[in-house]
């Protein structure tokens, strides 16, 4: 009898281990987190780290393009659309026991605007002052009327943040720097410990006025390169892999039966950027004559293995608006049209136009050398161009680009609400451009996204777009290269990956399946 107790005693804490153990998902990821601070974060992956510890006023139903009640119960408008007025959830706290109010709602976006930030033209673009009209109503007027504000105040510069642990006067870098040395949180989880480069571990929030995530712990572990976190997966290491493996990785994980792969077809575009204040592409000839010579199909199939798109707008394909303008204009792999640019601008073969082609290595994937190499190639197809290739690692390269010290340069771009004005303005727009180390600066652009931004009247949209695409050929501040796909990967006893158009990655859809 006393030895059958012992079995049974055994076999219940091991039951007991692994349901414990059933409680805590590994997930791995190449990508790198830049500030701790949605007054400056303006990456994927920080983005996706606020959106899981924080909340909108207004949040998307995972994996849809639906704006439901988050932080907020409600909204009203006026009839001239530049005032919102948003009603505030009542007996809501931080993690740290703070209440959520009003208050913190207009402090937090005064914040953004005060300290400028990277991403600070989401608000200040848009919203003249905030007013608190009562403890759980706040107020937005704004600049002029806008129809997107609702999507705007889903995205973390939006976020309310604890004035008791955010300082009012200086961006975050490190969670070390935070009053108490943790992100108080509003959202469903809470992030418990991190160590750049090496762990994230995230804790489900016991303060959350949602429902209490199926996964009470995941860890986030960050690899050096796609190959490490392959072999992670394969090994049982970790139970997710998402951003940024490799095409020969994908194709093989797609037919392996061990793991359950979700292709996310989406709006994530890659492109280049010109500096176009100050430095050799100053002149548009320039830009032109680089975007002439970029052979999409051939980028797409050397460096990607087909698993992407060619892309001949800002606007991704699929979108509202889109036209194929760069295509019809410049086509792919144009020489003779560059020469005729090259030349004009005073270049010959015996003076080739020289610069460096910047890249990044590990934050867009390990395929970034090789998408630079490729591309370096193509634009030496003249002799009238000579290339050299550089990178910097994502902190300093975008302080370079900031710095304006990087000419031409490869950048990604994943919404930050879900319309056509969020892959134009923030390029071209004068305000907009300045955070993407662009720098171009037009009123007749500028006039132009001011048009489509206060009217909902779907004709003046589609004239102002078509337009803007169509100069976007001729004055070139940036040059469209594809439009990509991300692959999510899990072990099979993994399920709730839910990542639609918004591409926000929601942790506590995620759960264990139970056998």
């Known amino acids: 009898m006393k030895r059958l107790f012992t079995i049974l005693l055994v076999a219940a804490l ?41 909340c909108g006023l207004l949040q998307y139903t ?43 709602v207009k402090w937090s976006i005064d914040r953004v605007a005060k300290l400028n930030g990277d991403p600070a033209a989401l608000v200040t673009q848009y919203v003249k002052s905030v007013d608190v009209v009562n403890d759980y109503t706040v107020r937005f007027n704004l600049t002029g009327p806008l129809s997107y504000l609702p999507q705007l105040v889903a995205t973390p510069t939006y976020f309310p943040m604890d004035p008791k642990v955010y300082p009012e006067d200086k961006i975050v870098k490190d969670v070390s720097e935070l009053n108490g040395g943790e992100i108080a949180a509003l959202g469903p989880y809470q992030l418990t410990s991190f160590k750049r480069d090496e762990q994230a571990v ?11 995530p199926a996964v009470k712990k995941i860890i986030i572990r960050y690899f050096a390169d796609a190959t490490t976190m392959r072999l992670a997966l394969e090994r049982g290491e970790i139970d997710l892999a998402f951003k940024s493996l490799n095409p020969s990785d994908i194709d093989d994980l797609l037919k ?33 004559a680089v975007a002439a010579l970029i052979n999409r199909p051939e980028i ?38 560059a020469e005729k640019d090259l030349k004009a601008a005073g270049y010959s073969a015996d003076n080739p136009f020289t610069f460096d082609l910047w890249y990044t290595p590990s934050h867009y994937g ?37 710095n304006k010290q990087m000419p031409v340069f490869f950048l990604g771009w994943y919404p930050d609400y879900i319309d056509p004005d969020d892959y134009t303005s923030p390029f071209a727009q004068t305000e907009g451009s300045k955070g993407n180390g662009i720098f171009f600066s037009s009123k007749a652009w500028d006039d132009l996204f001011i048009q489509e931004q206060q009217t909902t009247k779907d004709a003046t949209r589609n004239s102002v777009f078509a337009k803007l695409q169509q100069m976007w050929t001729d004055e070139v ?25 918004t591409l926000i990655f929601n942790y506590n859809t995620l759960s264990f399946v139970t056998k």
């Open 300 to 337: 797409n199939q050397k460096v990607y293995l087909g698993h992407n798109a060619p892309l001949y707008s800002m606007i991704p394909v699929g979108m509202s608006y889109h036209t194929d303008a760069f295509k019809t204009v410049l086509g792919d792999a144009n020489v003779a049209l």
């Open 14 to 54: 091991a039951m007991s281990a692994s349901a414990l153990f059933a409680q805590t998902l590994v997930y791995g990821t190449t990508d790198k987190v830049t500030d701790m601070d949605p007054a400056s974060a303006y990456d994927f992956h920080t983005w996706e780290i606020f959106q899981n510890v924080s």
């Open 62 to 104: 995972p994996g849809t393009t639906d704006l439901v009640p988050g932080l907020a119960t409600g909204y009203t408008t006026n009839p001239a659309g530049d005032q919102y007025t948003f009603t505030l959830r009542k007996g809501v706290k931080f993690s740290d026991g703070t209440p959520f109010t009003a208050q913190v």
């Open 202 to 212: 995230f804790q489900a929030n016991p303060n959350y006025f949602g429902k209490e």
């Open 477 to 501: 501040p940036t040059a469209p290269i594809f439009q990509g796909n991300l692959y999510v990967f899990t072990t099979k006893n993994v399920t709730g990956v839910k990542i639609g158009p």
């Open 366 to 402: 390990d395929t970034e050398v090789n998408m630079a190499e490729v591309l370096q190639a193509e634009l030496q197809k003249t002799p009238l161009m000579k290339v050299t290739i550089k990178s910097a690692e994502w902190a300093t390269y975008k302080q370079q680009f900031n």
């Open 256 to 288: 392996n039966p061990k793991f359950v792969g979700t292709k996310i077809p989406g709006p994530q575009i890659r492109y280049l950027c010109f500096e176009t204040s100050e430095s050799v592409f100053k002149d548009k000839r320039l830009r032109q």
